[in-house]
Every structure is written in structure tokens, then in C-alpha cells.
């Protein structure tokens, strides 16, 4: 018997070890349950096996690809508006496979279902790609009748125990109310990163994926409790996977996701990723596409000072208005103290949301200057 409970115990690791490495999860436990209805199928022996570097022809007109120490060949987006955090221009859907991310992205199909995303303090957000598809790769934050998420970082595998909090930092988090968790417009219901100090005390790490049929599936939320909770039921939707990488973001048909899902052949690639400017339209989700610069061609000097100029304007603006909608919810809430605080602790609490602020802001007009610093020498693409 204790022999039987060693042998199931180390395949429970080494499956968890595979996964952790190659893919998104955390937290894993295997299972035999059956998934019920999703139409997934295996890649049949014709098919062509591709490996990670199938994603730098895909991603190249999206964004920058450039070699960053420790990971590899990274991307990251262009376009995003400032303040943009991954996992938040889109929607949580329930699917055969759990929650899982629908983008508004047009590229959103790989970034937030294959590897990992991590925030360089000199690049900002960048992902690094994995050969694994799951329905989300982050990690959650449930209570109180708030939920939040985060990305989960590369360095995050499969350990018992392991505190996943202690990895991801406090601005990575968004929190939003759990009535609104399902809503189209999502990005409108997040809260202020420089509010997350709050939320992270008042929330407890729920984190939870399983390996069903061989299939990541994220369990970290029940959605019966979340059902009791907002007093009406959550749909459910089945995946039907796309055989070819889509031309377009993903898609929300009746109750059926058509989602990009083959899994990437395990050899190391044998390329680097093309170096070359977004030949795409620029798609926000937020706001009408933008032409991007024609492949080859580099602004002059004049055009990349008037658009620094132009972005300092416009970070100045976004913070100020933060700032100001920051100070908006703290009067409401000293003039109705919600219930998951005392009176007493209330102005603490916003103390230190006044605090997380500041750092944010700074860290964000560093960055800013380190990347205008780079475009005035040459160094990787402007955006």
C-alpha cells in the first residue's frame, strides 16, 4: 500500500513538473474526469508539428520581438494604451475548460493562452511564449464580493505549498466586483491598480488548476458559489477549436468560443523572430485602429521628438485623471464606509493607496524615459 502511495505520489510530480515548465499552471492536480462537452481533438500524425518559433512570423506585425537575459526571445504588444496591464481588454466566459480569457485583441489568441506574461521594469509587459494551451494563465484573488487576477510570471512552477502571492507584485493584480465579473465592457470595472494594497487584505489566493484528458482547466473559481453570490446563473459555453492561426481576434458565437488551440512541438526553434515594423493596423479595442509605421521605414529625429512630446502629454493626463478619480472614491467611501472596514481603518487604508499611487507614477515616467531614451539611440522599435 505505502508502496502504491509513493508511485502515484511521483507521477503526480513529474506530471505537474512537465507542465509547469512547458506551460501556464500552477497548483496542478491530474484527474481522470471526463471534460463534458468541449470539441477538442488531438493533432492528428499528418498534421505539421510546429514549435515556439511558429508564434514570431504570427506576432511579429503585433509588436517587438528582442532577446531579454534569462528568458530568451520575448514579445511585447504595440498600441496598448498607457497604464495597460495583460488580461484586461476582453472578458471571463465559464467553458468546458473553466474560466477563460476571451481578448479583445486581434492578437490576443496566443499572448494570453500560451506561456506566461512578466513586467520588466525597462520594457514593461512582456510575454514570454509557451508550447501549452490553458484557458488563462493567472493566478486569483476571491472575497468579500471582489475577485481579482494576475498573470502568472515564468518563474512560478508547480510546488506544493508554494506562496504564489510573494511573486507577482501589487500593481500586476486587477480587482473588480464579483456582480461584474462577466460583463463585456470588463475594462470599465476595474478598480485602480494603486488600490489593489486594499483588496489583496481584504481576498484570499484561490488559485487552483487541474489536468483533465491531458487539458489545462482552470478551477480556480467555483462557479456555483459565484452563482449563490450574484444570484443568477453564469452561461456556459463550449470551445471549438480553429486548426490554422487566426486572422482575427477570438470569437463569441452562441453559446460556442472558436479558440486556437494545437499544441506546439517540443524541440527548441531553430530561428529568431524577424526583425521588422508592425505591417498591421494597429487594432485598440478602446479606440479606432491606427495605421502602423510601413515595414523598413524609421521615423527621422523630428517625428520621434514630437511623439515623445506627445506621449509625456498623454501620461501626464492619465495619471492626473487617476489621481482624481482616486480622490473621488475615497470621499465616497468616508461618506459610506463599505462593510468589509471599520471607520478607523478607512483613512489608513487610503493612505496607503495615496502611497501605491505615487509609486506607480514614478515607475511609469521612468519607464517612459527609459524607452525614449532607447528610440534617441537607435535601440529596438518606437511605439
Given at each position: 500500500?505505502?508502496?502504491?502511495?509513493?508511485?502515484?505520489?511521483?507521477?503526480?510530480?513529474?506530471?505537474?513538473?512537465?507542465?509547469?515548465?512547458?506551460?501556464?499552471?500552477?497548483?496542478?492536480?491530474?484527474?481522470?474526469?471526463?471534460?463534458?462537452?468541449?470539441?477538442?481533438?488531438?493533432?492528428?500524425?499528418?498534421?505539421?508539428?510546429?514549435?515556439?518559433?511558429?508564434?514570431?512570423?504570427?506576432m511579429a506585425p503585433?509588436g517587438e520581438w528582442?532577446?531579454?537575459?534569462?528568458?530568451?526571445?520575448?514579445?511585447?504588444?504595440?498600441?496598448?494604451?498607457?497604464?495597460?496591464?495583460?488580461?484586461?481588454?476582453?472578458?471571463?466566459?465559464?467553458?468546458?475548460?473553466?474560466?477563460?480569457?476571451?481578448?479583445?485583441?486581434?492578437?490576443?489568441?496566443?499572448?494570453?493562452?500560451?506561456?506566461?506574461?512578466?513586467?520588466?521594469?525597462?520594457?514593461?509587459?512582456?510575454?514570454?511564449?509557451?508550447?501549452?494551451?490553458?484557458?488563462?494563465?493567472?493566478?486569483?484573488?476571491?472575497?468579500?464580493?471582489?475577485?481579482?487576477?494576475?498573470?502568472?510570471?515564468?518563474?512560478?512552477?508547480?510546488?506544493?505549498?508554494?506562496?504564489?502571492?510573494?511573486?507577482?507584485?501589487?500593481?500586476?493584480?486587477?480587482?473588480?466586483?464579483?456582480?461584474?465579473?462577466?460583463?463585456?465592457?470588463?475594462?470599465?470595472?476595474?478598480?485602480?491598480?494603486?488600490?489593489?494594497?486594499?483588496?489583496?487584505?481584504?481576498?484570499?489566493?484561490?488559485?487552483?488548476?487541474?489536468?483533465?484528458?491531458?487539458?489545462?482547466?482552470?478551477?480556480?473559481?467555483?462557479?456555483?458559489?459565484?452563482?449563490?453570490?450574484?444570484?443568477?446563473?453564469?452561461?456556459?459555453?463550449?470551445?471549438?477549436?480553429?486548426?490554422?492561426?487566426?486572422?482575427?481576434?477570438?470569437?463569441?458565437?452562441?453559446?460556442?468560443?472558436?479558440?486556437?488551440?494545437?499544441?506546439?512541438?517540443?524541440?527548441?526553434?531553430?530561428?529568431?523572430?524577424?526583425?521588422?515594423?508592425?505591417?498591421?493596423?494597429?487594432?485598440?479595442?478602446?479606440?479606432?485602429?491606427?495605421?502602423?509605421?510601413?515595414?523598413?521605414?524609421?521615423?527621422?529625429?523630428?517625428?520621434?521628438?514630437?511623439?515623445?512630446?506627445s506621449d509625456r502629454?498623454?501620461?501626464?493626463?492619465?495619471?492626473?485623471?487617476?489621481?482624481?478619480?482616486?480622490?473621488?472614491?475615497?470621499?465616497?467611501?468616508?461618506?459610506?464606509?463599505?462593510?468589509?472596514?471599520?471607520?478607523?481603518?478607512?483613512?489608513?487604508?487610503?493612505?496607503?493607496?495615496?502611497?501605491?499611487?505615487?509609486?506607480?507614477?514614478?515607475?511609469?515616467?521612468?519607464?517612459?524615459?527609459?524607452?525614449?531614451?532607447?528610440?534617441?539611440?537607435?535601440?529596438?522599435?518606437?511605439?
Open positions: 500500500m505505502k508502496q502504491n502511495l509513493l508511485l502515484v505520489f511521483v507521477l503526480v510530480l513529474i506530471t505537474a513538473g512537465v507542465f509547469g515548465i512547458s506551460g501556464c499552471t500552477v497548483g496542478v492536480h491530474p484527474t481522470s474526469e471526463p471534460v463534458r462537452s468541449g470539441r477538442y481533438y488531438q493533432p492528428s500524425p499528418g498534421r505539421a508539428q510546429v514549435d515556439i518559433s511558429f508564434f514570431y512570423d504570427q503585433y528582442f532577446d531579454l537575459q534569462s528568458y530568451g526571445w520575448v514579445w511585447t504588444p504595440s498600441g496598448v494604451p498607457y497604464g495597460w496591464r495583460p488580461y484586461t481588454h476582453g472578458r471571463w466566459v465559464y467553458t468546458d475548460f473553466g474560466w477563460t480569457w476571451v481578448s479583445d485583441w486581434e492578437w490576443g489568441w496566443a499572448p494570453f493562452h500560451y506561456g506566461r506574461w512578466l513586467f520588466d521594469p525597462y520594457y514593461g509587459w512582456v510575454w514570454v511564449p509557451g508550447r501549452e494551451w490553458a484557458p488563462a494563465c493567472v493566478a486569483w484573488q476571491y472575497g468579500n464580493g471582489w475577485v481579482g487576477w494576475a498573470p502568472l510570471p515564468p518563474n512560478v512552477g508547480w510546488q506544493v505549498g508554494v506562496n504564489i502571492s510573494a511573486h507577482i507584485k501589487t500593481h500586476w493584480w486587477c480587482f473588480t466586483e464579483e456582480r461584474l465579473l462577466f460583463e463585456p465592457n470588463l475594462r470599465n470595472n476595474i478598480v485602480l491598480p494603486a488600490r489593489n494594497v486594499t483588496f489583496l487584505n481584504i481576498t484570499r489566493n484561490v488559485t487552483n488548476y487541474t489536468i483533465i484528458q491531458n487539458r489545462v482547466v482552470n478551477r480556480s473559481l467555483s462557479v456555483e458559489q459565484v452563482e449563490r453570490s450574484v444570484k443568477r446563473s453564469i452561461p456556459r459555453y463550449s470551445i471549438v477549436d480553429r486548426d490554422t492561426a487566426p486572422s482575427a481576434r477570438d470569437r463569441v458565437r452562441g453559446n460556442e468560443i472558436s479558440m486556437f488551440r494545437h499544441q506546439l512541438a517540443e524541440p527548441a526553434p531553430t530561428r529568431t523572430p524577424p526583425r521588422m515594423e508592425p505591417s498591421k493596423p494597429v487594432e485598440r479595442p478602446d479606440r479606432r485602429p491606427g495605421v502602423a509605421t510601413p515595414s523598413g521605414q524609421r521615423p527621422s529625429p523630428p517625428e520621434i521628438s514630437q511623439r515623445q512630446e502629454r498623454q501620461l501626464n493626463t492619465r495619471q492626473q485623471e487617476e489621481r482624481t478619480k482616486l480622490e473621488e472614491e475615497h470621499r465616497r467611501e468616508l461618506q459610506r464606509p463599505p462593510t468589509w472596514v471599520s471607520p478607523k481603518e478607512i483613512r489608513k487604508q487610503h493612505e496607503a493607496e495615496r502611497r501605491a499611487l505615487d509609486e506607480q507614477q514614478d515607475q511609469e515616467k521612468k519607464s517612459l524615459k527609459q524607452r525614449h531614451e532607447r528610440e534617441e539611440k537607435g535601440e529596438g522599435r518606437p511605439r
